[in-house]
């Protein structure tokens, strides 16, 4: 890994600056870096896309830091929670359909 990554990833690590700040802070010139140089910095480093800080890649999950995702996930359960309970008190307000019941005759 070029000398140029490796500044611009101990820069970046644990931070939430934008690769712009980062680059001219170390004075690497991004345009600069090849395919190769980028590819060794994703095998590094990622950028949160919720909360906006860099992270280690092995900490990668789905474009999320741990936090956030753990975050998602309780976000997406009550969610999912407040929709169940909403069609529960929904069919609680309806009148009963008698329609659908056995008749007398079948209980027998």
């Known amino acids: 890994m ?3 990554v490796k500044l611009l ?3 970046l690590m644990g931070t939430c600056e934008s690769l712009d700040v ?4 170390v004075g690497v010139v991004l345009m600069d870096l090849t395919m190769d140089d980028w590819a060794d910095f ?4 990622f950028n949160c896309e919720s ?3 860099w992270f280690e890649s092995h900490e990668n999950n789905e474009g999320l830091c741990q936090g956030c995702y753990e975050d998602e996930l309780e976000e997406e359960l009550e969610d999912s929670y407040d929709k169940e309970i909403d069609k529960m008190e929904s069919n ?3 009148e009963p359909d008698f329609t ?3 008749s007398e005759s079948e209980w027998n």
Do not use: T
């Not at 980062?22 to 802070?25: F, I, N, R, Y």
């Not at 994703?42 to 480093?45: A, L, S």
């Open 51 to 53: 909360c906006g800080w």
């Open 22 to 25: 980062a680059s001219a802070a």
């Open 92 to 94: 609680l307000k309806k």
């Open 100 to 102: 659908n019941h056995r």
């Open 9 to 11: 990833i101990e820069e």
């Open 2 to 4: 070029k000398e140029d």
């Open 42 to 45: 994703d095998g590094e480093i």
